[in-house]
Each structure stands twice: as structure tokens, then as C-alpha cells.
């Protein structure tokens, strides 16, 4: 996702600016870096780790912000999440993208390259939209939550995948669970309550939930018996628009 600003003076709730993963930051430093400095100057502040606070309601993960993204990524991911943390960027017009990051404007974290926070300084701050890919967000409670924005990270790094068969993607799409009946495939290993990333038999991926039953217990089970929980799909772009 590139980036989206307005000339619009309504209040927006996607913006983002980062640097470098929170996660590459001694623990030493991370409190001067979360402290917001008086009379802050978006315009000609300096691009450092010690001035990302400089833009009022964004700033990178504290420590158990960053723990709950990551538990989260790490459910659908394993071992991959390295790849999705280290991985270098494809964003951007710079022959030197840099990597990605991670950020959280109000209550959602976003993930984007280096590159195009760099671009986006060029924007007023009241008209930048949104940059980057938003990948969930946190509820009033402080739980963090996966949403359908994140489906293209995870499915590039999934550990666990199903199939579906064509005749059951519709209902999937429109937010029901996945049964037995409606499985294609699925991958060996997979136990109750993992993260699975959900694809058509094309290989498109269609959302994600959570593992109802292992591998081996899906291959015993009747045709109406429970697969994997819905938890996001990508019908909800059409159903919850207001929302995303």
C-alpha cells in the first residue's frame, strides 16, 4: 500500500510514521524514545530514532504492545515471523528501500517501509490519510486483534493453510465457519487452536481463524463437523466497509 492523504481537514485515523522495528531498539533507549518532547516540530525535525514521537498519537510498540503483535503473527507465522520482521522492503521509489516497520496511530498498527515514511513527510500531517498496511488493532481493553488487512502478510508466510472447495468459498465469504464438507485440503501437523490462513483451491487467500480440530481429527470427522473458526474474511470488505 502506497500513500493516501486529503485536503480534508476531517480528522483521519491511518496515519503512520516509523523508522526502524521497535524490536531492534535496546531496552535501555525505548523509554527516551517514548517520550514526547515539548513544543514538538514535525517540519524540521529530525528523522531519528530519539524524534519519532515527534507527531502527536503515533508512535512505535512499547514492550507489551510489540508482545502482542508479535504472539499474534507468530500464531499464524511460526518461525516465519522472522521473515516478516527482517524482511527487506519492496515499497517505494528509492533504490534503497530500507524495512519494514511497525506503528501504531490510535488504536492500529501498521506496517510500511522505510521508504514511504520518508515520502510521507511531505504531506501535511492533518492530510495524511493513511501509508503503509494496516494489519489489526487494539481493543479498548488493550487486546490486539489481527484484521482482514493483515491477509496478504500472513498468507506469504503461513504455517498452516486450508483449501476450500469452490462450492463452499461463498459461504466462507460471507462470514461462516469452515466445516469438514467444504474442506479441499490441508496442510499435515496442524493442531486445535492454530492459526490457519484459509485459500481457494486456485491458491487465493480468502482470510483466516483458528483450528477448530488437529489434521488428524479432520480426517475422522463427519461432513458437518467443524474445521476451523472464522475470524476475518475478505468479504468484509464489502459487508464492513465503515469499519476498515
Given at each position: 500500500?502506497?500513500i493516501?492523504?486529503?485536503?480534508?481537514?476531517i480528522p483521519?485515523?491511518?496515519?503512520?510514521?516509523?523508522?526502524?522495528p521497535f524490536s531492534?531498539?535496546?531496552?535501555?533507549?525505548?523509554?527516551?524514545?517514548?517520550?514526547r518532547?515539548?513544543?514538538p516540530?514535525?517540519?524540521?525535525?529530525?528523522y531519528d530514532?530519539f524524534q519519532l514521537?515527534?507527531?502527536?498519537n503515533?508512535?512505535?510498540l512499547?514492550?507489551?504492545?510489540?508482545?502482542?503483535?508479535?504472539?499474534?503473527?507468530f500464531?499464524?507465522?511460526?518461525?516465519n515471523l522472522?521473515?516478516?520482521?527482517?524482511?527487506?522492503s519492496h515499497e517505494?521509489?528509492?533504490?534503497?528501500?530500507g524495512?519494514y516497520c511497525?506503528?501504531?496511530?490510535?488504536?492500529?498498527?501498521?506496517?510500511v517501509?522505510e521508504?514511504?515514511?520518508?515520502?510521507?513527510?511531505?504531506?501535511k500531517r492533518?492530510n495524511?490519510v493513511?501509508f503503509?498496511?494496516?494489519?489489526?488493532?487494539f481493543t479498548?481493553?488493550?487486546?490486539?486483534?489481527?484484521?482482514?488487512q493483515?491477509l496478504?502478510l500472513l498468507?506469504?508466510?503461513?504455517k498452516?493453510?486450508?483449501?476450500?472447495?469452490?462450492t463452499?468459498?461463498m459461504?466462507?465469504l460471507?462470514?461462516?465457519?469452515?466445516?469438514k464438507?467444504?474442506?479441499?485440503r490441508?496442510t499435515?501437523?496442524i493442531n486445535?487452536?492454530d492459526?490457519v490462513v484459509?485459500?481457494?483451491?486456485?491458491?487465493?487467500?480468502?482470510?483466516f481463524?483458528?483450528a477448530?480440530?488437529s489434521?488428524?481429527d479432520c480426517r475422522k470427522?463427519?461432513?458437518?463437523g467443524?474445521?476451523v473458526?472464522?475470524?476475518?474474511?475478505?468479504?468484509?470488505?464489502?459487508?464492513?466497509?465503515?469499519d476498515l
Amino acid at each position: 500500500m502506497g500513500i493516501i492523504y486529503s485536503n480534508s481537514k476531517i480528522p483521519v485515523r491511518s496515519k503512520f510514521l516509523t523508522l526502524i522495528p521497535f524490536s531492534t531498539i535496546p531496552v535501555a533507549t525505548r523509554h527516551q524514545i517514548s517520550r514526547r518532547p515539548s513544543n514538538p516540530n514535525p517540519v524540521t525535525a529530525r528523522y531519528d530514532f530519539f524524534q519519532l514521537n515527534f507527531f502527536p498519537n503515533m508512535r512505535p510498540l512499547d514492550e507489551s504492545e510489540t508482545t502482542q503483535v508479535f504472539e499474534k503473527l507468530f500464531k499464524f507465522t511460526g518461525n516465519n515471523l522472522k521473515n516478516v520482521v527482517e524482511s527487506p522492503s519492496h515499497e517505494g521509489p528509492d533504490q534503497n528501500p530500507g524495512r519494514y516497520c511497525f506503528r501504531l496511530h490510535k488504536n492500529r498498527v501498521y506496517y510500511v517501509s522505510e521508504s514511504l515514511v520518508k515520502r510521507a513527510t511531505n504531506i501535511k500531517r492533518e492530510n495524511l490519510v493513511a501509508f503503509g498496511t494496516n494489519i489489526g488493532k487494539f481493543t479498548k481493553s488493550g487486546k490486539f486483534h489481527l484484521t482482514i488487512q493483515a491477509l496478504n502478510l500472513l498468507a506469504a508466510n503461513a504455517k498452516h493453510k486450508v483449501w476450500l472447495k469452490p462450492t463452499s468459498e461463498m459461504s466462507f465469504l460471507y462470514g461462516n465457519d469452515v466445516i469438514k464438507g467444504g474442506l479441499g485440503r490441508i496442510t499435515d501437523n496442524i493442531n486445535a487452536y492454530d492459526g490457519v490462513v484459509v485459500f481457494s483451491m486456485s491458491d487465493v487467500p480468502l482470510g483466516f481463524g483458528i483450528a477448530a480440530k488437529s489434521t488428524q481429527d479432520c480426517r475422522k470427522m463427519d461432513p458437518n463437523g467443524l474445521v476451523v473458526i472464522r475470524q476475518a474474511d475478505t468479504g468484509e470488505y464489502l459487508r464492513n466497509q465503515e469499519d476498515l
